[in-house]
């Protein structure tokens, strides 16, 4: 095992990886930009070094600062969590020629699966099934229009460099297509530098349905079960769960057996992600993601795995000590990202300092975040703050216990998406666990607060600060002699604390 590990990242995802490295008696060395000086994530690691402005491109992006705080530190091997240079095979190189460790998968690998043309051509090859339409980019609209009458419409035009839903277009009508296929193209271009699009039939009501992986470089690949991450907007995932409430054994052997395939195609080594979209039965390749995941705890709880752990032996020639009959799933995970957007604002990032945080507590609640009191929430960075998930029995002792960590859930500062969880638990068709990636759209009051909900919401909001105002203000103020009775201060008036929860 290395000695020392480097995380080049911030936020949940840092502190997720340091944790993992200090139980394994790692050292672990934290890289910072100006802004996050006193973030969270700086006091998880033995060491921190900062490395620029607060702008990401100035900072967590830079790959030269990056390997120069390695170097003076002295790591041995660098972990990039998720974002940011987490799938940049030059950065997976740079680390490499660098005489360092690369904790993910072979530079080749991220190469390989990070055009999705090139993707779809290999998983064609390897016999995994893809999503109708073509395996090259098109020259142009009129190629992208023949495409299109033959793959049948609707369909999705997509940036073969694409990336967090950009550069994708749906185009229901063939008058349609020469607009949106320009449109496509420049938006890849601006987001990637790179304008290849491609055409693929557009699912009509697909579940989303990934497995997750694990290699190593021994030649082993086994996979650790599907989640399910049907619940999205705008093509990001809101909720995630494991298992899939639609998958039996047989769909869940079938689909394990095809993303080993797609790993075994291009040497995977680490932990990744095949995704697939689901229709009545049937699966086709999307993407694979050649890094740990957001939603990588449902799986670690229903198997018990600890896959940052695994990450780092694997990434330190260790071969995986179990094989897929071993790999068992146990009740029901569910994650809610708690992102700072606006649910009812159209997901709206949202901004401001944390003025007042309680955290979920109790049997089988897990939270990964890097939030506390006193953090400003800014536009620089991934509006994720943290992620509530529960382990349980069955599915719905899962939503029950979700809908319980939600309730003790209270966040002051940022508008927040935990209103939104709190409805999906609520709602009856997620009950029956009948979803589809159009699950949002066709469920619209999950966006919109019923107006006495915001009230009540504002009146907890609204007693919380003053409720923690109150509390700094006993902390630091000279303390009367109880015999006057005083002592209690402003917030005598609000009445017990637990008056105060969010709703
Ligand atoms: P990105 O890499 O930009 O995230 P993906 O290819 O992973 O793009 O797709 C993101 C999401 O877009 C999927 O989870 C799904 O909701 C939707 N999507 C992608 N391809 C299709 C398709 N062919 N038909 C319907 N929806 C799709």
Not at 441 to 462: C, F, K, M, N, Y
Request: aromatic letters at 6%; proline letters at 5%; one cysteine or more.
């Amino acid at each position: 095992m290395f000695e020392k590990l480097l995380v080049a990242n911030r936020g949940e995802i840092a502190i997720r990886v340091l944790r993992a490295a200090r139980e394994m008696g790692i050292g672990t060395v934290a890289v910072h930009s100006e802004a996050d000086r006193l973030a969270p994530h700086v006091r998880f690691a033995d060491e921190a070094v900062e490395i620029g402005p607060a702008a990401s491109a100035e900072s967590y992006l830079r790959i030269d600062r990056i390997l120069e705080a390695a170097r003076r530190t002295g790591a041995d091997a660098v972990h990039p969590g998720y974002g940011f240079l987490a799938e940049r095979a030059d950065f997976a190189r740079a680390v490499e020629e660098a005489g360092l460790i690369f904790v993910g998968p072979a530079p080749e690998t991220i190469e390989a699966m990070g055009d999705k043309t090139a993707a779809r051509q290999r998983m064609q090859a390897a016999g995994v099934p893809i999503v109708p339409g073509i395996v090259d980019p098109a020259e142009n609209a009129l190629a992208a229009l023949a495409a299109a009458e033959e793959i049948g419409f609707p369909v999705l035009l997509k940036a073969a460099a694409g990336g967090g839903g950009k550069g994708m277009r749906v185009v229901e009508t063939a008058d349609a297509l020469e607009r949106a296929f320009e449109a496509a193209r420049r938006e890849a271009v601006a987001a990637f530098g790179d304008g290849s699009v491609y055409v693929e039939r557009y699912l009509a009501r697909p579940r989303h349905i990934e497995i997750q992986i694990l290699g190593d470089a021994h030649g082993n690949v086994v996979h650790l079960g599907e989640r399910e991450c049907s619940i999205q907007r705008r093509h990001q995932k809101l909720v995630e769960e494991a298992p899939s409430a639609v998958l039996d054994e047989a769909g869940r052997a079938a689909m394990g057996i095809a993303a080993v395939r797609a790993a075994e195609a291009v040497d995977y080594r680490g932990a990744g992600t095949v995704e697939f979209l689901w229709e009545n039965g049937e699966f086709w390749f999307l993407e694979m993601n050649t890094r740990l995941q957001v939603e990588h705890p449902v799986t670690e709880l229903v198997t018990g795995l600890d896959l940052v752990a695994w990450q780092l032996r694997v990434a330190a020639g260790e071969p995986l000590e179990f094989g897929q009959a071993d790999v068992r799933m146990t009740g029901h995970a569910i994650e809610c990202r708690i992102t700072a957007e606006d649910p009812d604002g159209g997901f709206l990032p949202s901004t401001g300092r944390i003025e007042h945080l309680r955290l979920p507590e109790g049997p089988g609640v897990r939270w990964d975040g890097a939030m506390e009191v006193g953090l400003d929430v800014s536009l620089h960075y991934d509006p994720l703050l943290g992620k509530l998930i529960v382990h349980a029995p069955d599915r719905a002792a899962a939503i029950a216990r979700m809908a319980r960590a939600l309730r003790e859930f209270e966040l002051v500062g940022p508008d927040h998406a935990a209103a939104f969880h709190r409805r999906v638990m609520a709602n009856d068709a997620f009950a029956a666990g009948d979803l589809s990636i159009r699950f949002v759209d066709e469920h619209p009051a999950l966006t919109e607060s019923a107006p006495a909900e915001s009230t009540v919401a504002r009146a907890g909001a609204t007693a919380a600060v003053l409720l923690e105002e109150a509390r700094r203000e006993r902390r630091t103020a000279p303390r009367l002699s109880s015999a006057g009775g005083v002592e209690l201060g402003p917030w005598r008036s609000l009445g017990h604390p637990a008056g105060t929860s969010a709703p």
